[in-house]
């Protein structure tokens, strides 16, 4: 990421808009501090900064959950954030994670993770447009379940609740949820008898 250049394309851009320092961290990487428009949204600042356009913007109202990426806390636990209708300055000292950061490079060799593989084992893509959503809050999904284990019976629900508010437009939820039970039934301490 070269944010100097890109600070000064979107300097260029938008020259009269008020701008405070923003620093955050995102997939591993310190961010800043630079000068960001007070009013940007972060899907803006994610795409037109950082070239990290793999967070889609779907509603432009937080509702279709396209937009979200991972938020990992101090304390080790994950959550889910939507980059829609959170400004930049939102994430300030923030710690995240978009679609691009999941998977990691080892040996020369990029690993996904086993919900990502999943989704591709299970055929859960279709267009792929909801696709960065629903990785993240799967990975989150999967993080609370480590953190409070279901029983079996309950997964099917528990799975449905967790991601009921990321739609998928070409209504292909079904592989989703098969592709997330199979990774929490093979994650030890995730479901309990």
């Known amino acids: 990421m070269n944010q100097a250049m890109d600070q000064e394309r979107v300097t260029q851009k938008y020259p009269t808009i008020e701008r405070k320092p ?9 961010i800043g501090p630079i000068e960001v428009p007070i009013t940007m949204l972060m899907i803006d ?5 950082l070239d990290l356009t793999g967070t889609h913007f779907g509603c432009g109202q937080g509702v279709c959950h396209a937009c979200t990426v991972m938020v990992l806390h101090d304390d080790g636990s ?3 954030s939507r980059t829609c209708v959170f400004g930049a300055h939102y994430f300030s000292g923030k710690n995240i994670v978009t679609i ?3 998977a990691k490079e080892q040996e020369g060799k990029l690993v996904l993770t086993p919900i990502q593989q999943a989704f591709i084992d299970n055929f859960s893509f ?3 447009y909801c696709a960065p959503g629903f ?7 999967l993080d609370q379940l480590n953190r409070t284990p279901v029983k079996r019976a309950h997964l099917e629900k528990a ?3 967790a991601l009921n508010d990321h739609i998928c437009r070409c ?3 079904v592989r989703y949820y098969e592709a997330i039970r199979d990774v929490a039934l093979a994650t030890p301490g995730c479901v309990i008898d």
């Open 22 to 30: 923003l620093t955050l961290t995102i997939n591993g990487e310190k």
């Open 45 to 49: 600042f994610l795409h037109e900064y």
């Open 78 to 80: 994950k959550s889910e």
């Open 100 to 102: 691009e950061g999941h």
């Open 126 to 128: 279709q267009c792929g």
């Open 135 to 141: 990785v993240a809050g799967a990975t989150v999904f």
């Open 159 to 161: 799975i449905e609740d």
């Open 171 to 173: 209504t292909g939820y």
